[in-house]
Nanobody, 122 residues
Framework: QVQLVESGGGLVQAGGSLRLSCAAS????????MGWFRQAPGKEREFVAA????????YYADSVKGRFTISRDNAKNMVYLQMNSLKPEDTAAYYC???????????????WGQGTQVTVSS
């Protein structure tokens, strides 16, 4: 069992940066791949980024590649999403999730946080 709590969302101007954090509880956190997803109003939840259990590989949606960076600290049971050069279209609720296998499909992810809101003003 893994419990996930996101933080770090807020209001930022276009071109600005935010760093999202996801705190995980559970002894087996380091065995899970972790992902970030987002859901904008009126849209389906979509994949943003993922990282393997040891941080050796990362995956990004094309829309955020080069602007967002996912990382993790297994000693602290933390996952991060550094978001730079933010755009109004990045406005969404952001969720972290845990999976036994790193990948993009949401169905791979067993545990989800409650989300943190990111709003980017133009």
């Amino acid at each position: 069992q893994v419990q996930l709590v996101e933080s770090g969302g807020g209001l930022v101007q276009a071109g600005g940066s935010l760093r999202l954090s996801c705190a995980a509880s559970g002894r087996t956190f380091s065995s899970y791949a972790m992902g970030w997803f987002r859901q904008a109003p009126g849209k389906e939840r979509e994949f943003v980024a993922a990282i393997t259990w040891n941080g050796g590989s990362t995956y990004y949606a094309d829309s955020v590649k080069g602007r967002f960076t996912i990382s993790r600290d297994n000693a602290k049971n933390m996952v991060y999403l550094q978001m730079n050069s933010l755009k109004p279209e990045d406005t969404a609720a952001y969720y972290c999730a845990a999976s036994r296998v790193a990948g993009t499909p949401q169905r791979l992810y067993d545990y989800w946080g409650q989300g943190t809101q990111v709003t980017v003003s133009s």
